[in-house]
């Protein structure tokens, strides 16, 4: 077992940039987690613009649906961790998000629970931030300089019927991806060559990546495995899960061994280890062949890539954006 694990530590399998190439996805792929989160609110404007200006691939954003039908951006269950709605709403505080309607959910503040959280990392603009729906999300995406992506999660998609026939609607309504004469949904980037895939969708839930493959099959996709799913059934059994209905796997930075790459790679299949916020992890990770890394810190993954923009002055763009970044 020991040489065994050596082998793939100094021979870790190569073909990861290939499999991403063939579904024209950038070689490591930079996903800012929930934005750049260590150095903003998550999920919230100033975290997303943050990871975009500073040129990361993609933003990872959690989907869910107000009561009254709107997509929006929130990870939790409920809005306690990162919302004063103990203060607003009191006696609906443990109350799932999904069961406020979008009125409500705007008149709460998603910033200042972050600014008292973390005093040095507090700024007062991130007072009073509202919650975002996906189609501002888009916009944000598309406004910087960089063509930044998307990663959409699918997030408690049982409790959302329909929600990935939603997004896909969504993504076409605001011309985020493109619906051809015959049908099919592709990513807009894609009719144009020159730029990378815009949109991946990933998910917990086997069976909501297989309604995602069901209305715009061509759109990558990743079956997220998390620490408790992966003690229910063996990596190999997980690939066999995976292999029909996505084209590769998000999993716990500390699963992503160099073997259980491998036996990825050999079903053409990338992966993609989250959530991956210390030098240390990205450099055992780049060793080990990993497609890419979702990280709270984008500008630290970017940095260890120099894949940071330049400022004239020749800052690179971290120290200009997030000059109390903590290291
Ligand atoms: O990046 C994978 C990740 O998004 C899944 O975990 O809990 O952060 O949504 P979570
Ligand atoms: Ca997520």
Redesign the pocket.
């Given at each position: 077992m020991f040489f065994y694990g050596a082998y793939y530590v100094i021979n870790p399998d190569v073909r990861a940039p290939r499999i991403l190439d063939q579904l024209s996805i950038p070689h490591p792929a930079v996903i800012a987690?929930r934005g750049a989160s260590v150095v903003a609110p998550e999920s919230t404007t100033p975290a997303y613009e943050i990871a975009a200006r500073l040129g990361s691939d993609y933003l990872?954003a959690?989907v869910q649906r107000s009561a009254d039908g709107e997509l929006i951006i929130f990870?939790d269950s409920d809005l306690r961790r990162t919302s004063n709605v103990s203060e607003l709403f009191p006696r609906r505080q443990h109350d799932p998000v999904g069961s406020f309607a979008l009125a409500e959910l705007r008149m709460l503040d998603y910033g200042s629970w972050f600014n008292q959280a973390f005093p040095l990392r507090a700024r007062p603009e991130y007072e009073g931030l509202e919650i975002l729906t996906l189609s501002e999300l888009i916009a944000i995406a598309e406004s910087g300089e960089h063509t930044t992506g998307l990663i959409l999660?699918s997030k408690h998609p049982e409790r959302y019927p329909g929600i990935e026939q939603q997004i896909i609607d969504t993504l076409l309504a605001e011309g985020w991806l493109k619906q051809t004469e015959s049908g099919r949904v592709i990513d807009k980037a894609s009719a144009g060559k020159a730029e990378h895939t815009r949109t991946i969708f990933f998910s917990f839930s086997p069976a909501s990546l297989l309604r995602f493959q069901d209305v715009a099959a061509e759109i990558p996709r990743l079956l997220?495995i998390s620490d408790t799913m992966i003690t229910h059934l063996r990596w190999r059994s997980w690939l066999e899960v995976a292999e029909p209905i996505a084209h590769g796997l998000?999993l716990k930075g500390f699963m992503a061994w160099p073997w259980h790459i491998a036996a990825a790679h050999e079903k053409q299949m990338f992966v993609l280890p989250?959530?991956i916020n210390y030098l240390w992890q990205i450099r055992v990770l780049a060793q080990f062949q990993a497609s890419g890394f979702?990280t709270d810190r984008p500008e630290l993954v970017l940095d260890f890539l120099q894949r940071l923009p330049q400022q004239p002055n020749s800052a690179p763009v971290r120290d200009v954006i997030i000059p109390a970044t903590p290291r």
């Open positions: 987690h990872e959690d990870h999660e997220l998000g989250y959530t979702i």
